[in-house]
């Protein structure tokens, strides 16, 4: 397989050169060529295949095996390479034709030593050129005679032609001229040196073999003027031309399968990238169910496997591989469907704020959308792909986005399971690193997280959480996307759990900024909280103490004990015993020091907490302490209770960080106080509560505000009660 970036064809020798299993055609080319060379004719042999079908390749392995070879006489061919699509015009073409004639020819110096022989031999085949002067192109007799081809000794042409002949009878050495790409030329370029070999080099032992495209050649033919722009004619004319035919086998679908997936796996291993089972099955997929049938030729399959080695280096270990590799092949096969990709990331990765986007999570047979987003895709592909490949490339952006599955076949999910994992292009935190082949200044490095990760419980080498601390300085936005990594590195390892939770909150935003449709702290809390609930009590014991005890740290333990023992992360509230009493004990020393006889002074963080006290121990400590402050300052119940109506933050248009009124935590408030003596102590004043159209969640969060809500939200519960 090749080793570096390079479209030059496979030699004989090479690792891979038998990868397409040709040996055994270039074996039968031999065993082809072989018998000619004991017989004095001169025989031109075609070699005809598509572009790109590995002709030049074959090609140099049968002059490799020729090389090799001895005939019968002792004597091993001479073989040279004559390229005429070399030259700018048709002079040079034609006296580069004569040198290459005239070197091959006198190459035997066994028997040619003496210069003098030399300068006949040269003079007889100059002086045959001037004998076929009346067949020929004037344009080839003028550039023999400027390259000083004419005869000097005043032969005849005639006898020289005889002398020629005579000699290179008596030498039998058989010779083999080699002319690749015939279709590469001009149509008057064509024109001559076909010319130039019927005419002139036709002769005893000299043997060609031309390589071509048949149907390019045809069209270059067909412009001549020779055959009139015919198909028939030029097929005539190179049946006259051509004594032997040889086609190209086409490359067999195991054999390009096989070359494919060693060149893809030598690229990964070069880089260390390990392809687990699931992303091997992916790449098969891939492969087998498009990429095969238009990787169809070697020059396709060398060409595609050098795209992946320039440009992989810089992502090895950001991206997924798999999707890169697909990515590149629509990048050089399809480069009007990968402009598509970019300019539809958000539908591709459900990464859009924007209403279009609001119906994802229902179920796809309740979806109105439907029809419109399949017309969608549909026109969008075949615009870019056309309708010949557009079934293959739907395939093949239903391997990479399950969204676009999802929308345009209405199969699968849209949020199909592990499309989503870091790494794939269908997770909008990676998707802008496939088309930049780099990571973004506002991205953050996976090798750095994962170097950062390891550093986090050393107390010395710190340089790659150095470097991150420097970066998330620099852009404070990607803080949200560092703590999906490191989360993603603890789910991986589970190592370093109370290291990571103490960074998160170290790290955590003092305002709310918004990622798509959740906050930024919202998802750190989210992966703190994913992190705690695997720590057994020992780890969780260690977070919850390395968080110390300001409001802030407390209001961040709080809610990660208050995740222990919810179903959806197993049952069993004692698993994590130890940490929860001491979050209690924290929790209520803090609240005793901050007691006031006013029950406004006390901030809305710190009776935060009472909610987060509740979660932990199911109000029992709480309730007691509440009530004993009730006592201890004469505090007013309803207005105790009207401190657990809920603040949120304002989604009004411009306004950033207001908070205004939510609900009554009626869950809490049953909690901490006895209802039945709270409804008896204010009955007239809840019947009495104002009347709240749907906006009163707007109010914002003041304490004559907040008595209002909670008597309204105690008056709709308590007819609900009584109704009941």
Request: net charge negative; charged share 25%; glycine share 0%.
């Given at each position: 397989m090749s080793a570096g970036f390079d479209d030059a064809p496979l030699r004989p020798g090479r690792a891979g050169e038998d990868l397409l299993g040709r040996e055994y055609f270039v074996d039968h080319l031999v065993a082809i060529l072989e018998p000619n060379n004991r017989v004095e004719g001169s025989t031109i042999y075609a070699l005809v295949g598509p572009w790109g079908s590995g002709k030049t390749s074959i090609l140099n392995a049968v002059k490799e095996r020729l090389r090799r070879t001895t005939v019968d006489v002792g004597k091993s061919w001479v073989i040279t390479e004559f390229n005429p699509w070399f030259y700018t015009d048709g002079n040079e073409l034609q006296l580069s034709f004569f040198r290459e004639l005239r070197s091959v020819l006198t190459s035997d110096d066994r028997k040619e030593t003496s210069k003098r022989q030399l300068r006949k031999l040269n003079s007889s085949v100059m002086s045959y050129v001037e004998a076929a002067a009346p067949f020929l192109d004037p344009r080839i007799v003028g550039a023999a005679r400027v390259a000083n081809a004419v005869t000097r000794d005043g032969h005849n042409p005639s006898d020289a032609h005889l002398r020629l002949v005579k000699e290179l009878k008596n030498r039998k050495q058989p010779v083999l001229i080699v002319l690749d790409d015939l279709d590469r030329l001009a149509p008057d370029e064509l024109l001559l040196t076909l010319k130039l070999i019927r005419l002139i080099g036709r002769l005893p032992y000299v043997h060609y073999i031309v390589a071509y495209d048949e149907e390019t050649l045809l069209d270059v033919l067909g412009r001549t003027g020779l055959v009139g722009g015919e198909r028939g004619h030029g097929l005539e004319y190179l049946e006259k031309m051509i004594q032997i035919r040889v086609d190209v086998p086409p490359a067999r679908a195991y054999n390009i399968e096989r070359w494919l997936l060693d060149e893809l796996g030598a690229v990964a291993q070069s880089h260390h990238i390990h392809l687990e089972a699931e992303a091997r099955m992916r790449l098969e997929q891939a492969l087998t169910k498009h990429l095969f049938s238009r990787l169809n030729t070697p020059r396709a399959v060398k060409r595609y496997i050098a795209q992946v080695r320039a440009f992989v280096a810089p992502v090895a270990h950001e991206v997924d591989f798999v999707d890169f590799v697909v990515l590149t092949w629509l990048r050089v096969s399809e480069p009007a469907c990968y402009g598509l990709i970019i300019r539809e990331k958000d539908r591709l990765t459900r990464s859009g704020s924007s209403q279009e986007y609001a119906g994802l999570f229902v179920d796809k047979d309740d979806r109105v959308e439907d029809i419109e987003r399949q017309k969608f895709w549909h026109d969008a592909i075949r615009k870019v792909v056309g309708e010949e490949q557009h079934e293959g490339v739907a395939t093949v952006l239903s391997l990479l986005f399950p969204s676009f599955e999802f929308d345009a076949r209405g199969e699968g999910s849209a949020y199909r399971s592990g499309s989503r994992h870091r790494y794939r292009v269908a997770n909008p935190d990676y998707f802008d690193r496939f088309f930049a082949f780099a990571v973004p200044q506002d991205d953050v490095s996976d090798e750095l997280i994962r170097r950062a990760y390891a550093q986090l419980n050393q107390g010395a080498d710190r340089d790659a959480i150095d470097a991150l601390e420097r970066q998330l300085r620099s852009t404070p936005a990607a803080v949200g996307l560092a703590t999906r990594k490191l989360a993603a590195n603890f789910d991986e390892q589970k190592l370093h759990g109370p290291e990571v939770i103490r960074w998160i909150n170290s790290h955590l935003p003092k305002s709310r900024v918004h990622q798509g449709f959740m906050a930024t702290q919202d998802l750190m809390l989210g992966a703190a909280q994913r992190i705690y609930v695997q720590l057994d009590d020992e780890q969780a014991t260690e977070a919850i103490n390395e968080l110390g005890q300001g409001i802030d740290a407390l209001t961040f333990a709080g809610d990660l004990v208050s995740v222990t023992g919810k179903s959806r992360y197993g049952n069993d509230p004692e698993v994590h015993k130890h940490a929860t009493e001491l979050f209690v004990e924290r929790l209520q020393r803090n609240l005793e020091e901050s007691a006031s006889p006013d029950l406004f002074d006390i901030t809305d963080d710190q009776w935060g907490l009472l909610w987060r006290w509740r979660r932990a121990d199911q109000g029992k400590a709480g309730k007691r302490w509440l009530q004993s402050l009730i006592e201890e300052h004469g505090w007013d119940p309803l207005a105790v209770a009207s401190r657990f109506v809920s603040r949120r933050t304002s989604t009004a248009r411009g306004v950033d960080d207001r908070y205004v009124l939510g609900e009554l935590?009626?869950?809490?408030?049953?909690?901490?106080?006895?209802?039945?003596?709270?409804?008896?102590?204010?009955?007239?004043?809840?019947?009495?509560?104002?009347?709240?159209?749907?906006?009163?969640?707007?109010?914002?969060?003041?304490?004559?505000?907040?008595?209002?809500?909670?008597?309204?939200?105690?008056?709709?519960?308590?007819?609900?009660?009584?109704?009941?």
């Open positions: 935590d009626f869950r809490t408030l049953r909690t901490l106080l006895d209802m039945n003596t709270l409804y008896a102590q204010y009955s007239d004043e809840i019947a009495q509560a104002p009347v709240f159209d749907t906006e009163y969640q707007s109010l914002e969060t003041s304490p004559a505000n907040r008595r209002a809500v909670a008597l309204h939200d105690l008056r709709t519960r308590r007819l609900e009660f009584t109704a009941s």
